[in-house]
């Protein structure tokens, strides 16, 4: 799931826009777009991209039309080179700047990441997000002063940290997506308390405070649902809220990640979640001091993938999106299935009060982080 690339791609290009606007046509309506090529018809001079938003787009060259290449990172054209439209392949990464009419979309200028150069950036930027990033949870933003208080998540996270924004850039993930390509530029004031945040920059020498080059975010949730039905052509599941027993449709895309919880390992994260309710409490009888600490999401995303045909009616899953403001739908990123044998083991006796607390249905370490940290 860690998916962090073209960063340098996708930002320089309002700059490159700016560029390489012919001054021929200042008074016409020009646009930009960028995507990845998914056809190239050398006879007919054109090219069809799907767009980072998802369109297809065909794109027809004229005489005039002028192609460069850039090496990967690249934020303007001063290591551009010239280039023909036989030269550009699938799977090329490009920015078009053009004119476009009802029918078709006239490239003017054609700015050219070759796919070797994407693998590359895409690598490098992996590395960075590693070497030099951080996630997790947002408890306040401070919009006078820039800064954002994270609650660090994964492994050895420590103590919450301030990150200084004003040099930041910032993008918004997509419902269902958790690639940074396909993140939409954003702003400090769509950051809100409760929102999962990675940034890349610099932390200090006291680990205290961190200045970012780069923000992403989004706003995720986790419900419990009961399957009713599983549609199989348009890759959605139909199900009720284990809560409050209303309709809700799942959708399954491409980069949803489906795991079947199996006996184990749902008695161990019944362990968890009455550990954590006990917490405070004097120990147990048979109660050992010092048990390992057991990390319910990393137990779940290590169990093997399953697809949509491996669920069926009755199934109680854990599902994790982006919150949207349709609430009888939900872009899935992941899936638990296996959910109803944690709740059994999690079940109090006759007469019993339950201990654990359940929200949205389900026990709060199904409180799931979406966005990759290190």
């Keep these: ?77 001063s290591k551009a080179a010239p280039i023909k439209l036989e030269d550009i392949s699938v799977g090329d990464r490009v920015l078009v700047h053009g004119m476009k009419t009802d029918q078709i ?6 700015v050219v990441m070759p796919m070797a150069e994407v693998a590359k950036k895409r690598e490098h930027d992996l590395h960075e997000w590693k070497r030099r990033g951080i996630g997790g949870i947002v408890r306040e933003v401070n919009s006078q002063t820039g ?17 200084g924004t004003t040099k930041a850039n910032f993008r918004r993930y997509l419902a269902g997506s958790l690639r940074f390509e396909e993140a939409r530029t954003s702003t400090l004031t769509e950051v809100r308390v409760g929102d999962q945040l990675r940034a890349l920059g610099d932390k200090s020498a006291d680990g205290r405070s961190f200045v970012a080059e780069q923000i992403v975010s989004g706003a995720f949730k986790t419900i419990g649902v009961t399957v009713l039905e599983i549609d199989q052509q348009k890759h959605e599941i139909h199900a009720t809220t284990l809560d409050q027993k209303e309709p809700i449709t ?23 979640a009455k550990a954590d309710a006990g917490k405070g409490s004097p120990p147990q009888p048979g109660q050992k001091p010092d048990q390992p600490v057991i990390d319910v999401q990393q ?15 009755g199934d109680v899953l854990a599902v994790t999106g982006a919150v949207e403001k349709d ?23 006759p007469g019993k009060p339950q201990v654990v607390r359940l929200s949205a249905g389900l026990p709060p370490v199904f409180d799931f982080s979406v966005i990759p940290v290190n």
């Design 1 to 77: 799931m860690k998916r962090y690339a073209l960063t340098g791609f996708v930002i320089a290009v309002a700059a490159i826009a700016v560029v390489c606007q012919p001054s021929a046509v200042a008074q016409q309506k020009v646009e930009s777009m960028v995507g990845v090529v998914e056809q190239i018809d050398r006879n007919a001079k054109t090219a069809t991209l799907k767009t980072d938003s998802g369109e297809i787009v065909k794109v027809t060259t004229v005489d005039s039309t002028v192609c460069l290449r850039i090496p990967a990172g690249e934020k303007t054209l």
């Design 105 to 110: 979309f006239i490239g003017q200028r054609l």
């Design 147 to 163: 800064e954002i208080t994270l609650e660090l998540r994964g492994p050895g996270a420590g103590p919450r940290v301030e990150v």
């Design 250 to 272: 799942i959708a399954i895309n491409q980069d949803s990640v489906l795991h079947r919880i199996s006996p184990p390992v749902a008695a161990a994260i019944a362990q968890k």
């Design 299 to 313: 137990m779940i995303d290590t169990l093997p993938a399953v697809s949509l045909a491996n669920l069926t009616a």
């Design 327 to 349: 609430e009888s739908r939900l872009v899935a990123i992941k899936v638990a299935a296996g959910v109803d044998l944690v709740l059994k083991a999690l079940a109090p006796a």
